[in-house]
């Protein structure tokens, strides 16, 4: 993996099956989700837009917490490859919570009466966004690709804090938005009907990040060892 | 022998005494922002007093970024910072100290301020003391911050370091806003003051540390 040729020519084959295992979780999962699985007896089909919100509120979340690894990684060991997923991861992020946004606010205006409330939940997960774009800002700034890991580390590492407040925001305070739809400890609130699909989308969500995670890495390794021979080799093989 | 931390509290207290923008500045900056709210909204005295909190939380934190850039760009220029990564002394207490000489010369002049914010917005007199608490806190937490980002943007512009740290600065703006609302409304807010100060004892070790590891980026 330390090595940026022998990661690239094994990427190409880990993109095929990660592209073809998310396409089919997912078709599957949101088949099931929207086409298969009962109507809820008080909201009607409106509820359906979870089996995109939950799985994309997860990935945000779990994206962040990954950069947090990759940058204490970054911090301590100097591995190249975790500044480089943490480039490459960011913005995914960024775009998952984005989507948790958008949705939220679709469902909550038949469900709510209102695109946007000002409750713990809905807050924290919009700080989440604007420290995503902080992280991405920063990048952008610092000349020296190295440089600039290892400063988007540092802060991945502070921002990281947000995320049991985002976590615990249902709990802690009286809040309009529900707790959580799953607990590790206790069995789901739902009908199996409705959350086996559900599960089966956050899967599909995780393969899709590690998918687009995959191809933006390779870019990034390509842009970064463009003045290497093995990257005109294989620039010269594909045109 | 003094101790270098004494000296080096004593050298920057001198030059920002010397050059007195640097205390003045963040102050007026202050009071200004706080004279927009009534201009803008309208000098009603129920609706000022209820907004109190908000306005003077928020003019506060933009006050404490202001003087950011100062707390380690001049040292950067001249090669003081050379030298302290060079003396083999602690760089961990030298971040410290200078996070806390930043909160001397901007957090303390901001508390006085904040007394006549409070008598011009009507803020109720029992909640004063609530609003000092929490801005002492408050603001030590932004001083750290802005230490961390005025490191990461070193030798760039000012604006660059507030954009990075006024999102990691929302919660203890909620906090503070928090503890003089329920001081308003006579409610119990130490537990927003635990929560401050606990962010402060999490804070001072960790943010420190990270913020000797982002000069260092400046030193590769």
Redesign the interface.
């Known amino acids: 993996m330390g090595s940026p040729p022998l990661f690239y020519r094994w990427s190409s084959k880990a993109l095929v099956w990660l592209g073809v295992s998310s396409i089919i979780t997912l078709s599957l999962g949101l088949f099931m989700g929207i086409g298969l699985s009962p109507a809820d007896y008080k909201q009607g089909d409106v509820y359906r837009i979870i089996y995109i919100h939950v799985p994309s509120a997860i990935m945000g979340e779990s994206i962040f917490i990954f950069m947090a690894l990759c940058g204490f990684i970054n911090?301590i060991w100097r591995a190249k490859i975790s500044g480089m997923l943490l480039k490459a991861a960011a913005p995914i992020g960024m775009s998952f919570v984005l989507l948790v946004l958008t949705t939220g606010s679709i469902w909550g205006k038949p469900t709510w009466g209102t695109w946007w409330v000002w409750d713990a939940r809905l807050t924290s997960t919009l700080?989440l966004f604007?420290?995503y774009?902080?992280l991405i800002?920063?990048h952008s700034?610092i000349e020296d690709k190295i440089?600039a890991d290892?400063?988007v580390s540092?802060?991945a590492?502070?921002?990281v804090a947000?995320i049991p407040?985002i976590k615990k925001s249902v709990d802690w305070w009286q809040t309009l938005h529900q707790p959580s739809t799953f607990k590790l400890t206790s069995a789901p609130s739902m009908s199996p009907e409705m959350y086996q699909p559900l599960l089966i989308c956050v899967i599909g969500f995780y393969l899709v990040f590690a998918f687009i995670l995959t191809l933006n890495l390779r870019n990034e390794i390509l842009e970064r060892e463009s003045s290497k021979k093995w990257v005109k080799e294989v620039i010269g093989n594909q045109s | 022998m003094k101790s270098w931390t004494y000296i080096l509290l004593k050298r920057d207290l001198l030059i920002a005494f010397r050059r007195s923008a640097t205390y003045i500045t963040p102050l007026i900056f202050f009071l200004i922002v706080i004279t927009f709210f009534p201009l803008a909204l309208g000098p009603q005295e129920k609706l000022l007093s209820s907004l109190a909190p908000g306005v003077i939380w928020i003019a506060a934190l933009l006050a404490s970024l202001l003087a950011v850039e100062t707390i380690f760009n001049e040292d950067f220029r001249d090669g003081t910072l050379d030298s302290f990564f060079i003396s083999l002394e602690p760089t961990f207490i030298l971040v410290f100290v200078k996070v806390f000489i930043h909160w001397l010369i901007t957090g303390l002049p901001l508390l006085l301020a904040s007394c006549v914010a409070a008598l011009v917005l009507y803020l109720p007199f029992e909640s004063v003391s609530a609003m000092i608490l929490s801005l002492i806190l408050g603001t030590f937490f932004m001083s750290l911050l802005g230490a961390?980002g005025a490191a990461?943007?070193l030798g760039?512009s000012a604006i660059?370091s507030a954009?990075?740290v006024?999102?990691?600065s929302?919660?203890t703006l909620l906090m503070g806003t928090s503890v003089i609302a329920s001081a308003i409304n006579n409610q119990e807010y130490t537990g927003f003051l635990m929560i401050m100060g606990g962010m402060l004892a999490i804070g001072i070790p960790?943010?420190c540390l990270?913020t000797v590891?982002?000069l260092l980026?400046s030193y590769?």
Do not use: M, Q, Y
Request: proline share 5%; aromatic share 6%; no cysteine.
């Open positions: 911090i700080i604007f420290i774009a902080a800002g920063l700034t440089k290892r400063a540092i802060l590492i502070v921002g947000i407040v | 961390l990461l943007s760039k660059l954009v990075i006024l999102p990691f929302i919660p960790a943010i990270l590891e982002a980026l590769d």
